[in-house]
């Protein structure tokens, strides 16, 4: 008798793992969205996540983002002509996008463009479709260098997709805003003089914040190119956790 209870209690618990196995096929998993990081050229980027396609800071023509689908958003730091080229701008497919930017750089933009335009001041947050937009200040710390970049005037961002934040930091030196942010998983950071930060600035700034994964962006100066492998250096002999991911942003570096 003791056998034959054994055997029933064996034969339901194979059931129930059939049934378990079964249902489970009929449960539809959500598929959680992927970031997709396209580099173009010095500061400029495409970023796709959940069908939507935003580009950052166009320049280099219309050719240059051939082989993207048009933009739904258009995300805007500075005015100066890296960050903010007209020609590009009026040159893509904006019928259905909404344009970011600064009041600076808004003030700059044709007629039809500032009618799709949301403006954001230093510290205002959004939120659009699939993600959140938060504007961070980005600004010149040194004496020589402040007329670049003078607080207020553009901003770096901080993009939450889902439950990844993504930090742009926009032309900036390593400012007390930078170093002060939480839980970011992936941070572009901006090194090249006499316009940005050095190599040196620019990682003291990532040991600070720690970002999960860091990438150099924006690091052509007057002089040539930052020494991006350096910063790599200085932050994982202090860091090993951070992860430094370099892209093919200059096709001629």
């Known amino acids: 008798m003791k056998n034959y209870l054994i055997l029933v209690l064996a034969i339901c618990l194979m059931a129930c793992k059939n049934d378990a196995k079964t249902n489970n096929k009929d449960i539809d998993v959500e598929e959680i969205p992927e970031l997709k990081i396209s580099p173009i050229e010095h500061a400029t980027m495409v970023l796709e996540y959940d069908n939507k396609t935003i580009y950052i800071d166009p320049t280099g023509g219309k050719d240059a983002f051939e082989t993207f689908k048009k933009p739904d958003y258009v995300v805007i730091t500075d005015i100066h002509s890296d ?24 003030e700059n933009l044709p007629e039809h463009i500032k ?66 942010l939480q839980n970011i998983d992936k941070a572009f950071i901006c090194m090249n003089l006499p316009y940005t930060m050095t190599v040196e600035s620019a990682a003291d ?5 720690k970002p999960l994964e860091v990438f150099p962006y924006h690091y052509r100066g007057t002089e040539g190119y930052s020494d991006v492998e350096q910063f790599k250096s200085i932050v994982n002999s202090k860091n090993k956790d951070i992860k430094v ?9």
């Open 83 to 106: 960050h903010l080229h007209l020609n590009t701008l009026e040159s893509l497919d904006l019928g259905d996008a909404k344009v970011i930017a600064p009041e600076a750089v808004y």
């Open 205 to 209: 700034a990532v040991l600070s914040f």
């Open 115 to 180: 009618a799709i335009t949301t403006t954001m001041i230093n510290g205002a947050k959004e939120k659009f479709e699939t993600f959140n937009i938060e504007a961070i200040p980005m600004y010149n710390l040194r004496e020589e260098a402040l007329q670049f970049h003078p607080k207020g005037r553009g901003n770096g961002y901080v993009f939450t997709f889902g439950k990844e934040r993504v930090y742009i930091s926009g032309d900036t030196e390593d400012i007390p805003e930078m170093r002060a």
């Open 245 to 253: 991911t370099q892209l093919e942003w200059y096709s001629n570096n």
